[in-house]
């Protein structure tokens, strides 16, 4: 099991950036994949970004050419830097490992509300 924990989140004007990090318990190497979810109000979970051990990366097609996931396995962390954020993009945004047997682990949740 992973233990992960989020950070970076906040409150953005439209057209503005953050970057997301989450710090996992244990080294990510061996992981499967890491990646970021979103969930808006009244909305499903969705994928964002992931990144596999082998370094394949997957974006939403909302978020192509805005945002870009990264890791660090020397640090244990994964990264997800968002540029010119939208109103849509207001959401609690979680973390997540998949380990080989493609269970998930999920952290805590940061929240990002994009508003004038």
């Known amino acids: 099991q992973v233990q992960l924990v989020e950070s970076g989140g906040g409150l953005v004007q439209p057209g503005g950036s953050l970057r997301l990090s989450c710090a996992a318990s244990?080294?990510?190497?061996?992981?499967?994949?890491m990646g970021w979810y979103r969930q808006a109000p009244g909305k499903q979970r969705e994928s964002v970004a992931t990144i596999t051990r082998g370094g394949s990366i997957n974006y939403a097609d909302s978020v192509k050419g805005r945002f870009t996931i990264s890791r660090d396995n020397a640090k244990n962390t994964v990264y997800l830097q968002m540029n010119s954020l939208k109103p849509e993009d207001t959401a609690v945004y979680y973390c997540?490992?998949?380990?080989?047997?493609?269970?998930?682990?999920w952290g805590q949740g940061t929240q990002v509300t994009v508003s004038s």
């Open positions: 244990r080294s990510i190497f061996g992981l499967y994949a």
């Open positions: 997540v490992a998949e380990t080989l047997d493609h269970s998930r682990d």
